[in-house]
């Protein structure tokens, strides 16, 4: 009986102990880089949405003027070789997001409509951008693969500039457009309800002196995390924010520390399957401190080949910290 009972008391204190350490002390968790050299590599890589069971990927690599949605899977030794998803390499696709039962997944592309047969004008930078905008795509899960996409309906697809789509567990859709009269990016609401979308609606912290972008939304919609310009975000960057839903309502969006934010542009946010690790984009450089060895010289030229150039990978973090800590106070 004795033995039987420590270990439950041991483990006990140690939960206790860790939810005690959670609340007395500011998280200090750092980003990883996702599968460097495999995923994470010298393009743009960004958007990581993952399949239920964690064991494929789907994801944006880029140049700066192109981009292919390429898919990857989880072998023993790693993380396969990227290839081309089966829907994808035809047009510019970018920013796939996967229904949290990975049923469907939702896109962004240049595409044409299937109606007028025009590729859409995007709108960002305070620019337009002829023939390299972007709507939203629906492709489903068949026995036999995946199906033909599929443009959501012209209430989502109102102009060129849907960007970001992000997917409830109940189909609510979430994504990032240029609409009305500000020309900044702002994040947008449709419910999902009867089948179809209602008319996409602003998210209720939205302020036309910021952009908001790129969203990730929790399964059962009570936290988001999206890139923003709002403060304290630098001149010229995006900076992670998240914000929690209660009783039905949004609350105010709150900055994420340093430890996540740390002096980069952080867009593309994607919650892993198990709803609290976040995967998101950077163009984060790993600084250099002076006088160098040549053997730290070597290590950085390693990884500027690699990875470490200037553009955008993919890096996690668990956000249990945060989410177990009281973020949740008041209307935040």
């Excluded at 069971?53 to 880029?62: A, E, Y």
């Excluded at 995007?122 to 693969?145: A, I, Q, S, Y």
């Excluded at 033909?148 to 609510?172: H, K, T, V, Y």
Aim: with cysteine; aromatic share 12%; glycine share 10%.
């Amino acid at each position: 009986m004795i033995r039987q009972v420590v270990p439950w008391i041991a483990g006990s204190l140690a939960v206790l102990f860790t939810m005690l350490a959670a609340h007395a002390a500011p998280p200090t968790a750092k980003p990883t880089l996702f599968a460097p050299g495999m995923i994470s590599g010298p393009a743009n890589d960004a958007a990581a949405t993952f399949t239920p069971d964690g064991k494929t990927v789907f994801f944006t690599r880029g140049d700066g003027l192109d981009d292919d949605i390429l898919v990857s899977h989880r072998k023993a030794g790693g993380w396969s070789v990227p290839a081309i998803a089966p829907f994808s390499g035809t047009w510019r696709d970018l920013e796939p997001a996967l229904a949290p039962g990975g049923t469907y997944l939702i896109f962004a592309s240049s595409r044409p409509d299937p109606v007028t047969h025009r590729r859409p004008d995007g709108c960002w930078g305070g620019k337009t951008h002829p023939g390299r905008g972007g709507n939203l795509w629906r492709v489903d899960r068949t026995p036999h693969g995946w199906s033909a996409p599929r443009r959501l309906p012209d209430s989502i697809n109102r102009n060129g500039s849907e960007f970001g789509p992000a997917i409830a567990a109940n189909g609510d859709l979430y994504f990032s457009d240029v609409y009305g009269k500000s020309k900044r990016t702002h994040l947008f609401f449709a419910r999902f309800k009867g089948g179809g979308y209602e008319n996409p609606a602003p998210m209720p912290f939205t302020d036309s002196r910021w952009s908001d972008a790129d969203a990730a939304v929790a399964p059962d919609e009570t936290f988001m995390i999206f890139a923003s310009t709002r403060p304290p975000t630098p001149p010229q960057q995006m900076d992670l924010f998240i914000v929690f839903r209660r009783n039905g309502r949004w609350g105010t969006p709150r900055h994420l520390p340093a430890t996540v934010n740390h002096m980069a542009t952080n867009t593309e946010s994607r919650l892993g399957p198990d709803g609290h690790t976040l995967y998101f984009t950077s163009d984060y450089i790993v600084p250099v401190a002076y006088p160098k060895t040549i053997e730290a010289a070597n290590r950085g030229l390693q990884r500027m080949q690699v990875w470490n150039d200037g553009k955008g990978n993919i890096w996690k973090i668990d956000l249990s910290p945060w989410l177990e800590r009281d973020w949740h106070g008041g209307t935040g």
